[in-house]
């Protein structure tokens, strides 16, 4: 694999380490404005990453490839929508593709190369974030300034938000592995980031993933749970309260007007799984098997037929909807209704959620095999007992392999994150690196010196 040389710091001071050119390429797609090119280059770049980091395609991946065909097959008999269906194919393939590949044979005694993975994404976290803190104060009045060299397009503060919250995770593991200052003042520098993103959804997915990563069922751990779980909604309350009153009564408003849900003027968020349960359990076919890649409420759907979204690229754009996206979710969010300033934008009126769009656009069957899928997967990396003299690496990459697993799955559930490649890209590299270092410590591998973390 090629590779090129980057500054690296430790306890011995500061030298040289070659880092992979692939690795280059997946810091910049993911954590600058370099990240448009993905919609471009998405395929390609999974496609090298199958070659650099030695992934196996596996049955699990054909399973899902043959419902998917299924689906759109099926769909058919409803009309050739074939722009949305290949623009939500374009972002589902490579996705399930690393997801639920499995690393391959690694040579014994190869370099561990999640450290160096993340000093190269943390040098691009730190001018992100250092650049936002310049920006905050230069547009006081903006609650959407601190966007770095990250870029508004797309997901802008939100995705770098996550992209702190990622840092954060690693630097805050690390610490609790190897117990060294320089490992909690970078979780606390990319935690403080992650809040100045101001994505409330965001930060509460971050301490819920936090949360679930230690939890189990005992009562002294449910109770520390309940503990922590306040203290951090009350530590992100006062800090919003200082740094950003206006997106606090913001948020605040938003969550009260939840309350109020009815099926004609509630948060269009849990209107679109209403609308859902209201019509596809009545269609067997499309409940089972879906109405079709792109074709209800996905990003891809609203990409191609909505006529005040997503215009980048106008090429993609039909004049046609799909029946369930016309009458089931185009309603729920548009130019008529997304104002910000009658609360009618944000987070609880978004009808977007990637497990939404599985179940209508890729049907029951899809979603159930993912999900248990996705859990084989968690427990066959996670369940096996540590080998005998396990080091704290064991425990730093466990945690984070739970950490970035729990967070992906919830993000999916908030909104259309599987349509993201910035973000599903870089959280399913991580997810293969760490994956092939455990297995390499089950193998036997010895544990890296203090030093060299």
């Not at 046609?320 to 996206?325: D, R």
């Not at 396990?390 to 999916?412: A, C, D, E, N, W």
Request: hydrophobic share 50%; net charge positive.
């Amino acid at each position: 694999m090629a590779e090129t040389l980057q500054l690296k710091t430790n306890a011995d001071g500061i030298r040289l380490e070659r880092v992979p050119v692939f690795f280059i390429i997946i810091i910049l797609v993911t954590g600058t404005f370099l990240r448009i090119s993905l919609l471009a280059v998405y395929p390609f770049v999974v496609l090298l990453a199958f070659i650099s980091l030695r992934l196996r395609f596996t049955r699990r991946i054909l399973d899902l490839l043959i419902l998917i065909a299924l689906s759109w097959l099926l769909s058919l008999s409803q009309g050739l929508f074939l722009k949305y269906n290949l623009v939500s194919l374009y972002y589902m393939i490579p996705f399930l593709l690393l997801l639920f590949a499995t690393p391959g044979k690694t040579v014994p005694g190869s370099r561990d190369m999640v450290p160096v993975f993340f000093y190269g994404l943390s040098i691009i976290g730190v001018i992100n974030d250092i650049t936002g803190f310049i920006q905050v104060p230069l547009r006081p009045v903006s609650d959407d300034s601190f966007t770095g060299i990250y870029s508004e397009f797309s997901l802008s503060i939100n995705g770098l938000s996550i992209v702190n919250a990622v840092l954060f995770g690693y630097y805050c593991f690390s610490f609790l592995a190897y117990r060294r200052r320089k490992h909690l003042l970078a979780a606390l520098f990319f935690l403080l980031s992650s809040i100045m993103g101001f994505y409330g959804a965001g930060l509460m997915i971050l301490i819920a993933a936090f949360i679930l990563t230690f939890f189990n069922a005992k009562l002294s751990n449910i109770i520390k749970t309940v503990f922590i779980s306040l203290l951090a909604l009350a530590t992100v309350y006062y800090a919003l309260s200082v740094m950003k009153p206006r997106v606090l009564r913001y948020n605040v408003t938003n969550f009260k007007r939840m309350y109020n849900f009815t099926a004609d003027n509630g948060a269009r968020k849990v209107r679109a799984f209403y609308n859902y349960y209201k019509v596809y359990p009545h269609n067997i076919k499309d409940f089972l098997f879906g109405s079709g890649p792109g074709t209800f409420n996905s990003r891809s759907a609203f990409m191609v037929g909505s006529p005040f979204y997503f215009n980048v690229v106008r090429s993609i754009k039909s004049p046609e909807q799909p029946y369930y996206f016309k009458n089931y979710a185009y309603p729920l969010w548009n130019d008529t209704n997304t104002s910000m300033a009658l609360f009618q934008d944000g987070f609880r009126n978004q009808p977007f959620s990637s497990l939404l769009a599985f179940l209508g656009e890729y049907g029951f069957l899809f979603t159930f095999f993912f999900v248990l899928y996705l859990v084989q997967y968690y427990r066959k990396v996670i369940t096996p007992r540590p080998p005998p003299n396990t080091g704290p690496r064991y425990y730093l990459y466990i945690r984070l392999f739970k950490f970035l697993l729990v967070m992906l799955l919830l993000l999916m559930i908030a909104d259309n994150y599987f349509e993201y490649a910035e973000i599903t890209l870089l959280i399913t590299i991580v997810l293969k690196l760490l994956q092939a270092e455990i297995i390499k410590i089950h193998a036997g591998e010895p544990e890296p010196s203090i030093a060299g973390r």
